[in-house]
């Protein structure tokens, strides 16, 4: 068959995204389409363009002579595993891109290891090597070494190794930027290395969706690989669930994908990646198959969360201003339709009606899903992150991660200080070029809030990656060092003159003329205890002025606390209150007065 099924795959900011950008604008009859000059075409998500990197699979296609190659963009980050997992059983090959200047990273490691499992032969593209210090040679060492380590067998280990600038859109066999023209060896290399869908259209039809999007018109569309058969548009199949239940359904549209566009089509053959509507109910794993033989294939096994949140409706005196959608029920439809697509994710009711538990695989997993939901209208108020801990032979065991930490070596020891206090066990240490490479086991739970104290300590200069290890048992007591805030007394408009009186006792995290409600967090006390402050009053009108009044006041910059960092800050009693246009941060119980008899109850 002319086609091949590829999957790229790198560590966060490798190039990968832009590497698809140099194939398809390259590619035969995709050159002329308007799409041809946009740039990050693969990350068609908002949140993905700002942070530069790719959160959700997404599917595309080009020619290149007579061969059409389906490639699939993966994200690079250990959270969005569920994402992951699903794509390797959809695709027969690999691109791994790797940094010549940086080599084989932590998140290549996570992304490689799944496809090494599913026994798909790599090519390894090394990319960047117009950057400055580019190493390719080293590089390329490195990921002989990543290859072995992870178990590789000896056909996967002989891969092909593809040099190029993603971004001047060259590639070649040999590391010369100055002989490289076009990305041309790289389409050669894809069709030459990769295998052609080993598959019979002769037998039963079986699919497997792997993804799932939404289509004004079209409602649900399942995407995922044709194993077997011939799909038609408007024939009558099996749907069989998770639990192995049949259902008859009629599909009203087959599509395939040409460039970044779904093209319906009359029928689809095997060995292809497809889309198709019809099915209401359909859900992510789950085979269609033929209706006379209905044979489902191997569920997809989606590693279990490990970090869990509550998300409650918002419950603070501004709630309703700001957010379209305010309701429990708002809340609870919202986190249902996030399950249909995200299957690494789980959510669970609580005793109240306005509450539930949302776990996900790590901190940014959930982060990302709660700037998804304030930016199509939602309010929220969501707790600290907790660790997900489990009962295993008998012994209570907890979620450890790999933390592989970057440094000049001027800080090595501020950082294994950091990490020994959280639990953390090194287990690697090299310094090459003044700069420190560690590997620390450490628990998931040691890991939480730790974001900013690691930019902090390495004054921005770290580098701090993190994949999930497994679990092991449980550590013991941590003591991550308690923090101290200050909160409103009252509510109303913070003023210049207030903040001047309060900033002394620590960082303020609010910026003058900013909305303030009794219970609102304003700022960190520099001591380890909370502290009530007023940041409204008002300066005092006198008719009495001297030419020294006014003379060394200085209001310093506040610190403005996103989404993530607020995550990190709160503590147990805490929350953060997300709405479309701000992050407040707040005390679950807003009175002085509650909170005192909360204390001593």
Known sequence: MNIRNIAIIAHVDHGKTTLVDSLLKQSEAFKLKSDATQELIMD????????????????????????????????????????????????????????AKEGPMPQTKFVLRKAIQAGHPAIVVVNKIDKQDARPAWALERTYDLFIELGATDEQIEFPVIYASA??????????????????????????????????????????????????????????????????????????????????????????????????????????????????????GETIADLANPTPLPVIAIDEPTIKMTFGVNTSPVSGKEGQYCTSRNLKERLEHELET???????????????????????????????????????????????FKEMEGKTVEPVELASIEVPEQFSGTVIEMMGKRLGQMKDMKVDRAIAYMDFAVPTRGLIGIRNQFL??????????????????????????????????ESGTSTAYSMMNVQGRGTLFIAPATAIYEGMIVGENAKAEDLIVNVCKLKELTNFRTKDVGVGEHLDVPHLMGLEDALDYIGDDELVEVTPKNVRLRKKLLTDADRRRAKKG
């Open 342 to 388: 995200d299957v690494a994710l789980s959510v669970a009711p609580t005793d109240s009606a306005d509450k539930w538990v949302v776990a996900g695989r790590g901190e940014l997993h959930l982060a990302i899903l709660i700037e998804k939901m304030r930016r199509e209208g939602y309010e929220l108020e969501v707790s600290k992150p907790e660790v997900i």
């Open 44 to 99: 068609s998500n908002a949140i993905e363009r700002e942070r530069g990197i790719t959160i959700f699979s997404k599917n595309a296609s080009f020619r290149y002579h007579d061969v059409k190659v389906n490639i699939v963009d993966t994200p690079g980050h250990a959270d969005f595993g569920g994402e992951v997992e699903r794509i390797m059983r959809m695709v027969d090959g690999v691109l791994l891109v790797v940094d």
């Open 167 to 284: 971004m001047q859109g060259k590639a070649g066999t040999e590391p010369d930027l100055a002989a490289m023209t076009n990305i041309q060896p790289l389409f050669d290399a894809i069709v030459k290395y990769f295998p052609a869908p080993s598959v019979d259209a002769s037998k039963p039809l079986q699919m497997l969706t792997v993804n799932l999007v939404y289509d004004n018109y079209k409602g649900k569309i399942a995407v995922g690989r044709l194993y077997a058969g011939t799909l038609r548009k408007g024939a009558q199949v099996a749907h069989i669930d998770r639990q192995g239940h049949v259902k008859k359904a009629q599909l009203t549209s087959v599509m395939l994908f040409d460039g970044l566009a779904r093209t319906d089509v009359e029928e689809a053959m095997a060995g292809e990646i497809v889309a198709i509507a019809g099915i209401p109910d359909i859900s992510i």
């Open 456 to 489: 902090t300590a390495t004054k921005g200069t770290g580098i701090f990656n993190t994949i999930f290890l497994g679990y092991e048992p449980f550590a013991g007591a941590l003591d991550a060092g308690a923090h101290g805030s200050l909160i409103a007394s």
